[in-house]
T-cell receptor, first 113, second 111 residues
Framework: AAGVIQSPRHLIKEKRETATLKCYPI?????VYWYQQGPGQDPQFLIS???????DKGSIPDRFSAQQFSDYHSELNMSSLELGDSALYFC????????????FGPGTRLTVL | AQSVSQHNHHVILSEAASLELGCNYS??????LFWYVQYPGQHLQLLLK??????LVKGIKGFEAEFIKSKFSFNLRKPSVQWSDTAEYFC?????????FGQGTELSVKP
């Protein structure tokens, strides 16, 4: 069965650079979620989209922005990167907003030097 | 406020020992609860989930969890752990439009 695809799997950037992470949900899933997991931390919700519109916002810095496109894939754009942005970024997808299981992608490991 | 609390940060067991990981949640709405496992360097994988019905939920790899509404708990259990169960375990509650995770419990199983 198709799973959530994230690219790239690994990314190394320097401070103050920008990064774009991509997420391709499971086919027919209409909701995408982004989570950030710092070293030794639990995943923290960043932002979610339903039907291409932002549906909820968590602890996402103003330097980050995201969107969901017409094919339901989503991109997380990160600017002015800081050392503290080094983390594993998970994308998850689900069908419909409420009470459905979220399926997680393999994550993008971002290292900021 | 919505939150999930996992009691143990690090658990060390020998193979064949029994496992119970505690999870308590705080959420006033309809509860959907999950346990995820994260093997070293891997992504989150769903172990089991509770949406409604039988409060004793069986998942993959011999894991089970019991939803006790009166205690706001959803503890994870396994009768006999294996070395391959070494991983981090996250409890999560589904609130509208997102998951809230607990802090995670790192399980180390000694061969």
């Amino acid at each position: 069965a198709a799973g959530v695809i994230q690219s790239p799997r690994h990314l190394i950037k320097e401070k103050r650079e920008t990064a774009t992470l991509k997420c391709y949900p499971i086919p027919r899933h209409d909701t995408v979620y982004w989570y950030q997991q710092g070293p030794g931390q639990d995943p923290q919700f960043l932002i979610s989209f339903y039907e291409k519109m932002q549906s909820d916002k968590g602890s996402i810095p103003d330097r980050f922005s995201a969107q969901q496109f017409s094919d339901y894939h989503s991109e997380l754009n990160m600017s002015s990167l800081e050392l503290g942005d080094s983390a594993l970024y998970f994308c998850a997808s689900s069908l419909e907003l409420s009470y459905n299981e979220q399926f997680f992608g393999p994550g993008t490991r971002l290292t900021v030097l | 406020a919505q939150s999930v609390s996992q009691h143990n940060h690090h658990v060390i067991l020998s193979e064949a020992a029994s496992l119970e990981l505690g999870c308590n949640y705080s959420y006033g709405g309809t509860v959907n609860l999950f346990w995820y496992v994260q093997y070293p360097g891997q992504h989150l994988q769903l172990l089991l989930k509770y949406f409604s019905g039988d409060p004793l939920v069986k998942g993959i790899k011999g894991f089970e969890a019991e939803f006790i509404k009166s205690k706001f708990s959803f503890n994870l259990r396994k009768p006999s752990v294996q070395w391959s169960d070494t991983a981090e375990y996250f409890c999560a509650v589904k609130v509208p439009r997102k998951l809230i995770f607990g802090q995670g419990t790192e399980l180390s199983v000694k061969p």
